[in-house]
């Protein structure tokens, strides 16, 4: 994969503000499920999963499994542009509410 190539992925990934959003709170708690994104967006699960699904194949984010939960995290060696785009968001993650957990789990 070319440098034009990681930037537009990752411009593509990231050129939506719910995308933004769960990225940076995963980026705060260290790893979260899909409830506990939808319950503090206030987004549906299944628009959750769909972002979810564009952030792993950009290699922004890894899941593991955890009883029946999923479980999202960033992935462990982030390319350096990845690494640059998370300094950014790091400075921005106070700005979001604070973790509401979910009641499934």
């Given at each position: 994969?070319?440098?034009?190539?990681?930037?537009?992925?990752?411009?593509?990934?990231?050129?939506?503000?719910?995308?933004?959003?769960?990225?940076?709170?995963i980026?705060?708690?260290?790893?979260?499920?899909?409830?506990?994104?939808?319950?503090?967006?206030?987004?549906?699960?299944?628009?959750?999963s769909?972002?979810?699904?564009?952030?792993?194949?950009?290699?922004?984010?890894?899941?593991?499994?955890?009883?029946?939960?999923?479980?999202?995290?960033?992935?462990?060696?982030?390319?350096?542009?990845?690494?640059?785009?998370?300094?950014?968001?790091?400075?921005?993650?106070?700005?979001?509410?604070?973790?509401?957990?979910?009641?499934?789990?």
């Open positions: 994969m070319t440098i034009f190539d990681e930037i537009t992925q990752l411009s593509k990934a990231m050129s939506d503000e719910n995308r933004v959003k769960i990225v940076t709170l980026q705060r708690e260290n790893h979260l499920c899909v409830c506990e994104i939808s319950d503090t967006l206030s987004l549906s699960q299944p628009l959750v769909r972002h979810l699904k564009q952030l792993k194949n950009a290699h922004i984010l890894s899941s593991s499994r955890d009883k029946k939960w999923v479980i999202y995290k960033i992935i462990n060696n982030p390319s350096k542009l990845v690494k640059t785009y998370l300094t950014l968001l790091k400075q921005k993650e106070n700005m979001l509410d604070q973790m509401i957990h979910c009641n499934k789990r």
